[in-house]
Each structure stands twice: as structure tokens, then as C-alpha cells.
């Protein structure tokens, strides 16, 4: 029998449990209604209900559970420092979730147990056979929570949990079992396995981690803090999470008895990309425990030059795609226009297909390269079965919500609005004569509908810019539709539009990049944008553009990019490779109703950007608010986490977002945040991103952590004081600060302005500063006296710093004082 004391305010989250049960859901077809004025990043994107869920709703707030299931309870969950009992992930069809848990009680007295229940779904819950609650919000990843209490006799007793969802698309998907009783509980989980070597394993695996978070050559080494006293057999499973389609790799290794590290293989054994690794040992026939980390690898010998002109590089990044791209349609559709590869390209492409047939969610991203292989490539190749496979595909197709359907597709963010309209505008403009039974109407019906929705899109963006601000996730979706636009429209109006929004886009880029890096604030991110900067897809469209930058497995709009005849502005070039002595300030506006203001300063060793002022102390969803940048590696952000798990699902995750935002300044180099975060929020400290291992030296002084990389360096501090993580997968590369109420300065230099780190160190060190945890008073060597509060704009000797409001376009500063 396992046995876990459960203290008060100990969450209850050690079972054993069923095999997930998922069902694709079907559901009436109907249609939608909605404003798509991207309102849901204000509002959350639960403000758009889709049919199923009514029905689902309908069919399970009430509908009898049965106490007597037939699901085998074999697996043991281990949470690895989740409070919740957690299945979270991403479903591109709705889809119909079941689990069920059980363990037992040991309570030291007889009397009334109190307990708080969290859900998004719905959860029913048994003691000793007994039903104490059923709580079903079914609230579409928004927890809610609900209070209980138990009369139980001392001694042992049998819970039995039951908990269900409708997934459509990320579905956080979970209960947790929280204790509010000062007596001490046990949680106990029944197991005929050896209970000394399931603890021992599951703290060896607890303590499992990686030295650096990327790796470019060499073998790669797993660390753990302790050792085991046996030989185990460590299974590797890695590749790309949910929309990340890098081909994975699989391998079994050996854990030699009392050793701390293991070879898990060399990085060429690895797809390159950002990988999520599971380690799972095998305890018995029936169990295993898993456990996952992330890492980014990309191999050194892809750190090759960039050739001159730009036709060469546009022909290298196709060949490269192929080699090493996703295996969606833009790699397809590269294969095809090089004649290369077409068995492999036709088995892509059908199963693109089969997905736009199911409406998978973004079936909007793969529709529109196929109808560019359409326009461009028909007839060229595969047989007459695939091309009349191919139309029935694109004339079912649900193109926007007033048709009906029973899918979950995203419609209502700006690339995938723009996506379906594109898709709509193309697909009429190929059949304008034949019927799309979805709607019943004929292809240039569709064609005029579209051309209208996209009239109205562009004529928003060019006065709002992003919602989703800076995205290197999703600028590159927006390109799919901007490119195919410019190459494949009949209609020169709507030509000359995207070329319009090429070109501002291309801009953004160029003023936002460091050295070919896209590494600023960002309107929505993961934690593979913010920790692997090699294979953030902008920094491929940075390298065929104007030399600079990274290839990768980037595909999205990087081939239709290639395989277009557009031309970047070469000027800009020396923006994105920023390399005079000189500093760069960029302020633009972006988003409805002036959403955020965004300010970046940047010379040739760093560049350093926020978000200004930015919904301060209100909940966060995918922000990524402030950014340090020195190179791809040696970075430095600050957010406060949207959940305790180290490697969630959550949005905001652990370090993409954040749970509550920050009010943030910033002047020049000079960076200041303020939390406040509200108590109903699980994480109560805010934490800075600190990979040492990128730094070439870093120091501890006081409450200063300093640091350097080549003639780039920084400091950073908190009021509520710094502590390196020295465990974890976080080991020697996150700054914690405890506390609701926080804040944190950051001060960029280089060696042009204090000749040499020393020097930095002494100013900084020996410069005024009183900092509070809800201000800022700080005498800079350079620039003079800042005061920053909840109250007040932040002021530099007295004077306050206005934000100003630009627009997307933007303001560009050149500053010559350093």
C-alpha cells in the first residue's frame, strides 16, 4: 500500500486510474453567430459556444452515473509536482472524455472532513460506495470550484472518482481534491509492486533534468539528483507537441545502478525542433511511470551561411523544407514544385485531406496550400483519383459559421478568420460554376462572400495591426493567407492588399529582431517561442529574406513564401541585423481601441521590450510581456506562472503568459514590473527565466543576479529577494521571488556605455535603490532618478514618461546617447 500524508491545504493527487476513454461526439449540425473582432482576448474564448456543446450540455449536466464501472483502474497517476489529476491536451474534433480514479483514506479521527473540489468538467465522487458529490460546471476551461465536507469514522475508506469532459480543441481537463483539515490524512493507493522502489523511482524521476535547454552537438545527458541502487531501463519517447508535426524518435536506455546521469543519445538522433521528451520506466507488465521534460535541439551543422542573393535562398529553404520540414501540405506542396520526393508528397497530402474532410480544428491551415497546389500544379502530377478526391474535399467544406456544422474549427482569431476567408475566396474562384454542398451555393457566391469578409478584414488590420501582437507562432499563419493572396488572386484589389500586408509584416519583423531573432514581447506564445528561439518560424522567413536568422522545420508560410515571386525591402536588412554603435527605439500600437503599446530598444549587443502598462493586475492568457535578448540562448524574461506544473497545458503555462499581468515600464534599457497578484490564483510567486548555462559569466551581489554574454550583460533584482533554482528541470536557470505583490527591475548595458562588465557591476551596485513591493525608487548611473508605482506613470528625475499611443505602423528612433 503507497501511502502520501496529506496535510492541510495538500492537494489529494496520487490514484490509481482508468485508461482515458475518448469517443468522437457528434452532435446536430446548426450554425453560429459571433463577432469576430478578436473580443475573445479580452473576454475569453469560452464567449463562443459551439452546437455540441449545447448538446453535450443538455445530455450530461443531468444524466445518471453509474457507480459500477467496467474500466480497469491499472495505471497509478503521479503527479511530479501537479496539484491536479490532469489529462490536458489538444483534440481536433470534439470529442467525448471519461476517467475514473480510485485510492483510500486513512483519517486519524471520526468526525466531518472538509475538502475543495476543482473542475472544469464534471466530476461525481464515492465514499465507501456512497455518493458526497457530483459537481458538473462543464465550463470550457474555466475552473471552477465547489466545497464539501465528509462524516468519517476513523480509520480507512474507499473514494472513487468520476470525471468527464467534452474536449474541443485544448481542453484542460482535470479534477483536483484539495484537504481544508488540520488533522493530518493519508491518501493510500493499493499495489502489489515492490512500495520502496515505486517511491525511489517516482523521486528519481521527480528529480530528472537537463543541464541546458537547447542542444546543438554531441550526445545529450539526462541528470538526475540522486541515483537508484538498481539498473533501470529508461524509455525515450520524443518529438513535437500537439500542432508541432516533427517526426519523433524512439529509444530504450540503461540507468546503470547508483549513477546520476545518463546518455539518452546524440542530437542527431533527434528531430530538430522543439521537443517534448517522456520518460517512462517500466515497473511491471501493467505499470509504468512517465515522466516529461522539453528541449530544444538543433544541430550545429545547420548554423551554415546564408547565400547571397535572394533566389538562392528561396531555393535553399525549399530543398531544406523538404529534408527537414513538418509533414503538412506546405511540405507537400515544396516536393511537388521541385519534382522531388512525390510518393511521400501525395501520402502527406491525403492525409491532410482526410483531416479538412473531418473539419479537424485548422484544417483552414492545410486547405489553403492545397488549393495553391490546385491553381498551380494540376494535371503536373498524381493520378485523376487524387484530383477528384481533392474537389469533393474542397466543395464539402464548411467555410465560415453560417453554414452548419457539427466541428470544433477555430474561427474566430484573426489568422484563422483570415484563413477561411481565403480559403472561400480561392475555392470560388476555382469552381465558380459548380454547387458546395455545405452551403448549397455555387462557387462564385462564395467567391463574392469572401472577397466582401476580406475587404473588411484588411481594412481592420491596417487600422488595428495584430491582436495577436508580434506572434512568432502566428504572424506566420497570417503570411499563409497574405502569400497565398499575392501569388493565386484573380482580384487585384485584394492582390494589392496582401502585398500591402506582406510588406507591414515584414517590417514589423525586421524593426522587432535581434541578429535575425524575433525575440520581443508577443501578443500569444508557448514555451517552445520563448525557450527555442532557433526554431521560432519567423527567424527562417528573417534568413530567405535578407540573410539573417535561422532555418528550420518551419513550413507554414515559408514555402509559399519561396514559392512566390514577392521581394522584401533589402533596406531593411540592417534593422534586423542591427549592428551600429548607435541605439535603435521602436514604438508602435497595436490592436483595437489602442490594445497595447509596445516599446523595444535595441543596439548591436541586446535588445530589451515590453508591453507597457498593459492590462496591469488583471488576469493574463498568452502575453509574453517583457523580453532580454542577447542571442538565441542568452535571454531573460519575468512573468508570474498561470499554473504550479512545471510542463502544463495551461494558457498562460508555466513560462508562456502569465497568471496575473504585471504593470510594466520602460525606458531605454531600463525595465520595471510591478505585481499584484490576486489570492484565488494557485501560484503566489513570480519567477524570471535565467539560463546561466547561456551566460559566459553570472554573479550573485546582494539582492543583484548579474550577468554577461559576449559584450552584452544585465542585472536584475526583486523586492521580495532572488533564489537560484538548484534542482528541477529548472536547475541553475529560473530567478524565484516569493510573494503576491512584487516587483523587479531589469538594467541592459554593454560595453559602449560602461566600458567593461566590472565597471557595470561597481555602478550598479553602489547606485540608490529602494525597492518595495509595490514601488521603485532607483538612482541609474546613466540616466538619472526613476520612480515607478501602482499610481502614477513612470517618472525619470520628477518628469513623467508618457506612453504614447502610435499606431501600427509605428515610430522609429534613432537614439545616439548612450
Same mark, same amino acid.
Given at each position: 500500500m503507497l501511502e502520501y500524508k496529506i496535510e492541510k491545504d495538500d492537494f489529494l493527487n496520487h490514484w490509481k486510474i482508468s485508461k482515458l476513454k475518448e469517443e468522437n461526439y457528434k452532435s446536430a449540425p446548426d450554425t453560429m453567430e459571433a463577432k469576430i473582432d478578436n473580443s475573445w482576448l479580452d473576454e475569453g474564448f469560452s464567449i463562443h459556444q459551439y452546437p455540441c456543446r449545447k448538446e453535450f450540455l443538455s445530455e450530461y449536466k443531468t444524466k445518471e452515473i453509474d457507480f459500477n464501472n467496467d474500466l480497469s483502474m491499472a495505471d497509478i497517476y503521479f503527479p511530479f509536482g501537479n496539484p491536479k489529476v490532469e489529462r490536458s491536451w489538444f483534440w481536433f474534433l470534439p470529442t467525448y472524455l471519461e476517467s475514473w480514479a480510485e485510492s483510500q483514506l486513512k483519517v486519524p479521527k471520526s468526525r466531518e472532513y472538509e475538502f475543495e473540489l476543482k473542475t472544469c468538467g464534471g466530476v461525481k465522487i464515492w465514499v465507501n &460506495?456512497? $455518493?458526497v458529490i457530483d459537481f458538473r460546471p462543464y465550463t470550457r476551461n474555466i475552473e471552477k470550484t465547489e466545497k464539501f465536507s465528509i462524516k468519517l469514522d476513523k480509520g480507512k475508506h474507499k473514494i472513487k472518482v468520476f470525471f468527464n469532459d467534452l474536449a474541443e480543441r485544448d481542453t484542460l481537463y482535470y479534477f483536483s481534491l484539495q484537504s481544508k483539515n488540520k488533522l493530518t490524512i493519508k491518501q493510500l493507493i493499493e499495489t502489489e509492486n515492490d512500495l520502496s522502489k515505486l517511491k525511489d523511482i517516482e523521486n528519481l524521476l521527480e528529480s530528472a533534468h537537463f543541464k541546458e535547454d537547447t542542444y546543438k552537438k554531441g550526445e545529450i545527458k539526462l541528470h538526475f539528483s540522486d541515483s537508484f541502487s538498481k539498473t533501470l531501463k529508461l524509455k525515450i519517447e520524443a518529438g513535437g507537441d500537439f500542432i508541432d508535426f516533427i517526426e519523433g524518435a524512439k529509444k530504450t536506455v540503461v540507468l546503470p545502478k547508483d549513477k546520476k546521469e545518463v546518455e539518452i543519445g546524440n542530437v542527431n538522433e533527434y528531430p530538430m525542433g522543439f521537443n517534448h521528451i517522456k520518460i517512462s520506466i517500466l515497473i511491471n507488465n501493467d505499470l509504468k511511470m512517465s515522466k516529461h521534460l522539453t528541449l530544444q535541439v538543433y544541430q550545429k551543422e545547420l548554423l551554415f551561411p546564408a547565400a547571397d542573393n535572394l533566389d538562392t535562398r528561396k531555393e535553399n529553404s525549399l530543398n531544406f523544407i523538404i529534408e527537414h520540414g513538418e509533414s503538412i501540405a506546405q511540405k507537400a506542396l515544396a516536393m511537388v514544385a521541385k519534382k522531388k520526393e512525390l510518393k511521400e508528397a501525395k501520402k502527406i497530402l491525403i492525409n491532410e485531406l482526410e483531416g479538412? $474532410?473531418?473539419?479537424?480544428?485548422?484544417?483552414?491551415?492545410?486547405?489553403v496550400p492545397i488549393l495553391w497546389l490546385w491553381i498551380k500544379f494540376r494535371g503536373e502530377v498524381f493520378d485523376q483519383n487524387f484530383w477528384n478526391y481533392t474537389e469533393k474535399v474542397i466543395r464539402n467544406f464548411r467555410y465560415w459559421i453560417d453554414e452548419e456544422g457539427n466541428d470544433v474549427m477555430w474561427y474566430f482569431s484573426e489568422?484563422?478568420? /483570415?484563413?477561411?476567408?481565403?480559403?472561400? /475566396?480561392?475555392? &470560388?474562384?476555382?469552381? +465558380? $460554376?459548380?454547387e458546395f454542398a455545405n452551403a448549397g451555393?455555387?462557387?462564385?457566391?462564395?467567391?463574392?462572400?469572401?472577397? $466582401?469578409?476580406l475587404e473588411e478584414w484588411f481594412q481592420r488590420f491596417f487600422a488595428e495591426g495584430f491582436s495577436e501582437w508580434n506572434s512568432t507562432a502566428y504572424i506566420p499563419i497570417d503570411l499563409i493567407g497574405f502569400f497565398a493572396l499575392y501569388e493565386l488572386a484573380d482580384d487585384k484589389a485584394l492582390k494589392k492588399l496582401a502585398k500591402k500586408a506582406i510588406d507591414m509584416t515584414f517590417e514589423l519583423i525586421a524593426y522587432n529582431s535581434h541578429h535575425g531573432l524575433m525575440a520581443c514581447s508577443h501578443g500569444r506564445s508557448y514555451e517552445k517561442e520563448l525557450k527555442?528561439?532557433?526554431?521560432?518560424?519567423?527567424?527562417? /522567413?528573417?534568413?530567405v529574406s535578407w540573410g539573417v536568422g535561422y532555418l528550420n522545420e518551419a513550413t507554414n508560410a515559408q514555402a509559399l513564401y519561396c514559392l512566390s515571386d514577392y521581394k522584401p525591402n533589402p533596406e531593411l536588412k540592417k534593422y534586423v541585423d542591427w549592428d551600429k554603435a548607435e541605439s535603435m527605439i521602436f514604438k508602435n500600437t497595436q490592436g483595437k481601441n489602442n490594445f497595447v503599446d509596445l516599446y523595444l530598444y535595441k543596439n548591436r549587443d541586446y535588445l530589451i521590450t515590453s508591453a507597457l502598462d498593459f492590462k496591469p493586475a488583471k488576469k493574463g492568457y498568452q502575453e509574453h510581456i517583457n523580453q532580454?535578448?542577447?542571442?538565441?540562448e542568452a535571454l531573460c524574461w519575468v512573468n508570474h506562472p498561470g499554473e504550479n506544473v512545471k510542463i502544463g497545458f495551461g494558457r498562460p503555462s508555466y513560462w508562456a503568459g502569465n497568471g496575473y499581468l504585471p504593470k510594466v515600464a520602460q525606458y531605454k534599457n531600463v525595465q520595471f514590473l510591478l505585481f499584484d497578484i490576486a489570492d484565488e490564483h494557485p501560484v503566489d510567486f513570480t519567477h524570471a527565466y535565467f539560463p546561466t548555462y547561456a551566460y559566459d559569466e553570472y554573479l550573485e551581489i546582494e539582492n543583484y543576479y548579474f550577468a554577461r554574454k559576449d559584450s552584452a550583460f544585465f542585472a536584475i533584482t526583486a523586492a521580495n529577494k532572488l533564489n537560484l533554482a538548484a534542482a528541477g528541470i529548472n536547475q541553475d536557470r529560473e530567478l524565484k521571488s516569493a510573494g503576491r505583490k512584487n516587483s523587479w527591475l531589469i538594467r541592459a548595458a554593454n560595453r559602449d556605455e560602461f566600458n567593461s562588465f566590472e565597471n557595470f557591476i561597481e555602478e550598479i551596485s553602489n547606485s540608490f535603490l529602494d525597492i518595495k513591493e509595490q514601488e521603485i525608487n532607483f538612482n541609474d548611473p546613466k540616466h538619472g532618478r526613476f520612480k515607478f508605482n501602482w499610481k502614477d506613470n513612470l517618472l525619470l528625475n520628477d518628469e513623467p514618461i508618457e506612453i504614447e499611443h502610435t499606431d +501600427?505602423?509605428?515610430?522609429?528612433?534613432i537614439d545616439k546617447k548612450l
Open positions: &460506495g456512497k $455518493e479538412i $474532410e473531418k473539419r479537424k480544428d485548422c484544417s483552414d491551415f492545410y486547405l489568422n484563422h478568420a /483570415l484563413l477561411f476567408h481565403v480559403s472561400e /475566396l480561392l475555392a &470560388g474562384q476555382i469552381f +465558380p $460554376e459548380k451555393i455555387e462557387g462564385k457566391a462564395h467567391y463574392l462572400k469572401a472577397k $466582401e469578409r527555442g528561439r532557433y526554431v521560432n518560424y519567423t527567424n527562417a /522567413l528573417s534568413r532580454l535578448t542577447i542571442d538565441a +501600427p505602423g509605428g515610430k522609429l528612433i
